[in-house]
């Protein structure tokens, strides 16, 4: 079974300062864990990935993410927020060997300028 | 082609009504996956296919929704006898390799709406 919870349906940060969007993960073996961007009208848009390594992942657009296990967490991060970072923001998570990814439902990340 | 088409992007039927919907991979993804996004919820998967053979279909809500990809490439999404809860934006993905380990590429949907 995997589960992910997005406990936040809507983040609201200033531009220049930083910003965290924050998922919890439920899965019985070892994770895969992903963000994905939806742009208004538009697909969504693979951000980065946890597969094994290093806790903090970098990904595209200045995004990072700090995989903790212990916390069962992966929350995404970026040091200086833009208005165009903007978005709905999912995270995901399948097992390793199974093809199924679950999203979670989606946290609106708003930059205020 | 660059990304994954899909098509059409828009399609209204009515109640009870057959629909097919169309999915164009990235050229030499052999792995294809349907999800289903309803407003306000994240992707809900449907089903995956690894080639030809859909490989997990656990996905899918009932008989009425079937998925082939005859010949490896475009996959064909298809809704019999369509009800209003079926109304979402069904979402095609592809990817490199197995099991998507290196994150889909996403199409931009096609948004159903049965009346």
């Known amino acids: 079974a995997q589960s992910v919870a997005q406990p936040e349906d809507q983040v609201n940060v200033a531009e220049g300062n930083p910003l965290t969007v924050k998922c919890t993960y439920s899965?019985?073996?070892?994770?895969?864990l992903f963000w994905y961007v939806q742009y208004p009208n538009r697909g969504l848009q693979f951000l980065l990935k946890?597969?094994?390594?290093?806790?903090l992942v970098k990904g595209s657009y200045g995004f990072e993410a700090e995989f903790n296990k212990s916390q069962t967490s992966f929350h995404l991060k970026k040091p200086s927020a833009l208005v165009s970072d903007s978005a709905l923001y999912f995270c995901?998570?399948?097992?390793?060997?199974?093809?199924?990814?679950?999203f979670g439902t989606g946290t609106k990340l708003q930059v205020i300028p | 082609g660059a990304g994954v088409s899909q098509t059409p992007s828009n399609k209204v039927t009515e109640k009870g009504k057959y629909v097919e919907l169309r999915c164009d991979p990235i050229s030499g993804h052999t792995a294809l996956y349907w999800y289903r996004q309803s407003l306000g919820q994240g992707p809900e998967f449907l089903i995956y296919f690894q080639g030809t053979g859909a490989a997990d279909d656990s996905g899918l809500p009932n008989d009425r929704f079937f998925a082939v990809r005859p010949e490896g490439s475009v996959s064909t999404l298809k809704i019999q006898r369509t009800e209003r809860g079926d109304s979402a934006v069904y979402l095609c993905a592809s990817s490199l390799g197995i099991g998507g380990d290196y994150g889909y590429t996403f199409g931009s949907g096609t948004r159903l709406t049965v009346v």
């Open positions: 946890y597969i094994t390594g290093d806790n």
């Open positions: 995901a998570v399948k097992i390793r060997g199974y093809q199924k990814v679950t």
């Open positions: 899965v019985s073996g070892n994770p895969y």
